[in-house]
């Protein structure tokens, strides 16, 4: 057996190799040679982060123990690489378009900067992967427990101790090194670049042992297949839901996970890498699987029962003689903690330092940030400090758990816990109503769902009772963490995923759908929802106020002075300036922040930039933006115009309706007021002449009769008035009923002469032409009539010739017949011919009985007859036309 | 005491009580039945008293009013309107106008002679 020195000096000498990996790899990014460092190829490799010390050594225990249910590890990511491609894609667009730093980053960006999830994400975070830190501790430590004959137990938490205390110091040698995580500089290639060659070492080393049982123990591929068959392995039972729940856990985790994320989207250099890693990274996992099956069954054959299988790895080349192979193994291994822990240490810290560490620190100092201090070793510092914070957890959590459950299930419960980020991520990437309520509600919900039913009962060790497991907390035994709602008898993890995502999703769905996104919200909703649509022009600052000067300054504190200083060059250099002071116009401010955000995360950026502008909220302009960007706001704007349209159209109508109804008020008024007239002088008169011969004592006999005479006149002028009122209201309602008998037109004209002229002192001479009205027609024949005789009537009373003269002319045409009556007197004058068929129309100062209703009267029974009557322009005297058809048909 | 009115109305019915109310109450009555010349008339004749129809054909008796009261002889001539439209508004804006009385028809004889004795009683003290 190798002595424990050599193991340290094994590993130190590794850890040296990488160090001289990453400084070659600095060197040739320095000068402008590390092309083949940006290959797809390194982006693949770089993604096999996600095979930890928990894959190595933990995927041929879970052979052993559960057959081949350890592939949907692998089956997972590769769904999501092969089946989901394009949504990675999003992710990475989205990713260089808004200088996201972490998933908690995203989260917080999507959701309107919301500093609170990215608190809420980074906790999650923290709280999942500390076992999963836990567990590369462990592996280490057991794997050197494997080669080191002394004390195991006293050996144990030392190696922990050492193992995190060294890969802490790794990890702040390596993530901390420049600060803007995003930037591509050298600290980024060196770290990606590590993480490539610890793929191959482990890749290489599982596939040396894989070789050596199949080739070495076994006798080649037939025997092998031989001994799989007869072994257990092959007739494992199969959990379909496990199997699902494990697959669908593995995928979410593969894209969720702070270190994947880090490598997949933050480290991600170009998208078309991604068009080799869809068919590569699957090539490596099947790579990566090949042998577990294998060294399964043959340590389960060749080992003494009651080994453990997670070290199968190692304790069969071991058994088998092999130091140097076992040792190649060992490396493996360790390659796979410390590229897990590097990675995840500098994911998680960056979000701990972000979006914790910062925004405190930022609130504590209060004026801003542009005031002093130095933001750029603030920010270092933190970084360094949450690093081994992180570290600390997981060497305290290791220590607290006693190593004692088995890799696979720590693994899958953070699994589990990281996979309820999944709702608010994949919402955020397609729904644009998905609201910062909606994904912190849901995240709470999911966290606390998964705690209860997973986290703490699996690995709480004492936080739950057994007595709350078995009964339920109070004795309530729906709330049994194992049974949610009396669902009993599901595999635990199958469980608690079904119910922490359900409910996740479903308050994620109900409060997004009840709440509102406010305009922050709605902007970048829009912007991650249609990233490739406008990726190139991100959301603006507008209308700013801002001194460079002050954000030279601010910059500088958190880069370095020549990087700042750099980047001042080329906001100049776009706007056509040299020097390094660019104006602060919109584009250079959002230049700026994107620049920051890589630095500090997008909310602090934003919010530092926000302080120098002058506005720390959103301003109308922006506003506005958010306006012209979303569709559902442009819908609904549309929908208030229309409405509003409508409403003025209504308004107008009412307006118009007012009017008439005005207008037909005021006609009422000035016809009550002519009919008040008409009446009263009458009675004047009346009233008048009988008061006289009341109370005139010796009246005269002849004043007596004049007077009885001028009563009796004035009260026929009333009943007169009255009639023809009554006539023209029965017209005018429609009312009227009409009494349509076939006759003659001649012998109607003749009785209203007759009529007209009865009574008459100095009669009109009426002159017709024989036989012209002699035609046959069918109307009503005395409402005719009494046209006629109204026309003849005042013809009589209004002709002022000395020998008074009215010619009536009749001729056809067609099926209208046309009467003209023209007199020989002074006729109407031409400006009162419009009104002589209004209502109380009087032309003359001789009102000689009439109340002026007269042609209204007949106006309305022509039109009713289907004919007209109209003043005859082109005469001398007084002329009236009457048009009547031969036939009126109702 | 010989008293002079001048009648403008043209409701020939009307003119033919008041002349024979007021001819008997020793009053020497001239009529008019046109609002076109009203004014001219009221100038030729210069009467004691104007008893004056609003709704007259050629002139309103608005019109009629409005233009005496502009002429300072006539500024203070005791003016008595008739209307046979029973509408408020005529009565406020006779009153603007500067009628002495306004009365509505029909009236009764009585009211009319003390109407008249009214304002001429007023004039003899003005």
């Known amino acids: 057996m190798a002595s424990f020195n050599t193991l340290v000096l094994v590993c130190l000498g590794y850890v040296m190799l990488l160090f001289i990996v990453a400084f070659v790899a600095d060197r040739l990014a320095a000068t402008g040679g590390d092309r083949w460092l940006r290959s797809p190829l390194i982006y693949t490799l770089s993604l096999s982060i996600y095979c930890t010390a928990w894959t190595f050594y933990g995927a041929v225990g879970y052979a052993a123990r559960s057959g081949l249910e350890f592939v949907t590890i692998y089956l997972g990511p590769t769904l999501v690489m092969i089946g989901w491609w394009w949504g990675v894609r999003k992710l990475i667009r989205i990713g260089r378009s808004q200088r996201i730093t972490s998933i908690a980053d995203l989260i917080s960006a999507r959701y309107g900067k919301s500093n609170l999830l990215a608190v809420g994400v980074t906790v999650l975070s923290v709280i999942a992967i500390t076992p999963y830190i836990a567990l590369q501790l462990q592996s280490i430590t057991l794997s050197f427990a494997v080669f080191s004959d002394g004390d195991e137990l006293t050996n144990r938490d030392t190696t922990a101790f050492w193992a995190a205390s060294g890969l802490a110091a790794f990890a702040i040698l390596f993530g901390t090194r420049n600060l803007d995580a995003n930037e591509r500089h050298q600290g980024v290639v060196t770290v990606v670049t590590a993480v490539a060659l610890e793929a191959v070492v482990k890749l290489v080393a599982l596939l040396a042992v894989g070789i050596f049982v199949v080739w070495g123990v076994a006798g080649g591929v037939p025997d092998m297949l031989e001994r799989i068959d007869a072994s257990d392995i092959g007739r494992w039972q199969t959990d379909r839901s496990r199997w699902a729940t494990i697959m669908f856990l593995a995928a979410a985790a593969f894209i969720c996970l702070p270190r994947m994320f880090q490598v997949m989207v933050v480290e991600n250099d170009d998208e078309r890498h991604l068009q080799t890693a869809g068919w590569a990274f699957p090539l490596y996992l099947a790579a990566m699987s090949l042998f577990v099956v294998p060294i399964a069954v043959i340590g389960l054959d060749t080992l003494p029962e009651g080994s453990n299988p997670d070290l199968f790895v190692l304790t069969v080349p071991l058994s088998e003689g092999r130091e140097g192979l076992a040792m190649f193994s060992f490396l493996g291994g360790f390659s796979s903690a410390t590229s897990m822990v590097i990675v995840a240490a500098m994911a998680l810290s960056t979000m701990v330092s972000n979006h914790i560490v910062m925004p405190i620190w930022l609130s504590l100092r209060g004026d801003g940030a542009s005031v002093s201090g130095d933001v750029r070793s603030i920010v270092i510092f933190s970084r360094r400090l949450a690093i081994a914070g992180i570290m600390a957890l997981g060497y305290t959590y290791f220590r607290a758990s006693g190593g004692g459950a088995a890799l696979a299930a720590i693994g899958l419960i953070a699994f589990a816990g990281i996979a309820q980020v999944l709702p608010a991520l994949v919402g955020g990437l397609y729904w644009r109503g998905a609201t910062r309520s909606g994904a912190a509600a849901g995240l709470l919900v999911g966290f606390l769902v998964w705690a209860y039913t997973l986290l703490l009962p699996e690995t709480g060790s004492g936080i739950l009772t057994a007595g709350v497991l078995e009964h339920g907390p109070l004795g309530l035994s729906w709330l049994r963490p194992h049974a949610l709602f009396g669902i009993e008898g599901l595999d635990p993890i199958v469980h608690s995923v079904a119910w922490s995502l359900f409910l996740n999703t479903a308050v994620f769905c109900i409060i997004s759908v009840s709440t509102f996104p406010g305009p922050l919200e709605r902007l970048q909703g829009a912007q991650f929802v249609n990233v490739f649509e406008h990726s190139a022009a991100p959301k603006e600052w507008a209308g700013s106020y801002a001194q460079t000067e002050d954000l030279m300054i601010m910059t500088q504190r958190i880069m370095e002075a020549e990087q700042a200083r750099a980047l001042f060059r080329q906001g100049a250099g776009q706007q056509g300036q040299s020097g390094e002071m660019p104006e602060p116009t919109p584009a250079f401010l959002e230049f700026l922040e994107r620049a920051l955000s890589g630095s500090v995360g997008a909310a602090t950026a934003h919010a530092m930039i926000g302080q120098i502008v002058g506005r720390s909220s959103v301003s109308v302009e922006d506003l506005l933006a958010v306006a012209d960007e979303s569709a559902e706001l442009m819908e609904y704007s549309s929908r208030l115009g229309a409405q509003s349209a409508e409403l003025s159209r209504t308004a107008r109508q009412l307006r118009e309706a007012n009017e008439m109804l005005t207008q037909i008020s005021e006609q009422k008024d000035a016809f009550l007021s002519q009919v008040s007239h008409e009446l009263r002088t009458p009675m004047t008169s009346i009233r008048a002449f009988s008061e006289l011969m009341r109370d005139t004592e010796a009246l005269s006999e002849a004043d007596q009769k004049r007077f009885a005479n001028i009563i009796h006149d004035e009260a026929r002028r009333l009943t007169r008035l009255l009639d023809d009122l009554l006539d023209l209201s029965v017209l005018e309602s429609g009312k009227v009923n009409l009494n349509l008998n076939a006759g003659n037109l001649s012998e109607v004209m003749d009785q209203a002469v007759v009529t007209a002229l009865t009574g008459s002192s100095n009669p009109i001479q009426v002159l017709r032409e024989p036989g012209s009205a002699d035609i046959g027609i069918h109307t009503d024949l005395d409402r005719l009539s009494q046209v006629f005789i109204n026309i003849i009537s005042n013809a009589q009373k209004y002709c002022d010739a000395e020998t008074p003269e009215l010619s009536i002319t009749t001729s056809r045409n067609g099926e209208q017949i046309v009467i003209d009556f023209v007199d020989n007197g002074s006729g109407i004058p031409p400006e009162a011919r419009a009104a002589v068929f209004e209502k109380f129309a009087r032309v003359s100062a001789d009102k000689a009985g009439g109340a002026g209703l007269g042609l209204a009267i007949c106006r309305e029974i022509l039109q009713r007859l289907g004919g007209d009557v109209s003043y005859l322009d082109g005469h001398e005297g007084g002329a009236f036309r009457v048009q009547l058809p031969l036939n009126t048909n109702l | ?126």
Not at chain 2, 69 to 93: W, Y
Request: charged share 30%; proline share 4%; net charge negative.
């Open chain 2, 1 to 126: 005491m010989n008293r002079h009115v001048l009648l403008v109305e043209d409701e020939p019915n009307i003119v033919e009580a008041i002349r024979f109310l007021l001819t008997r109450e020793g009053w020497t009555v001239d009529c008019h039945t046109d609002g076109t010349d009203a004014v001219e008339t009221v100038q030729a004749l210069r009467p004691d008293l104007l008893i004056l129809d609003l709704m007259l054909p050629g002139k309103s008796g608005l019109d009629i009013l409005r233009e005496l009261r502009g002429i300072s002889d006539f500024e203070h001539l005791p003016v008595l309107m008739l209307t046979a439209r029973g509408q408020s508004r005529d009565r406020d804006m006779a009153e603007r106008a500067g009628v002495s009385r306004f009365m509505t028809k029909p009236f009764s004889n009585i009211e009319v002679l003390t109407a008249v004795r009214d304002l001429v009683a007023l004039a003899g003290r003005a």
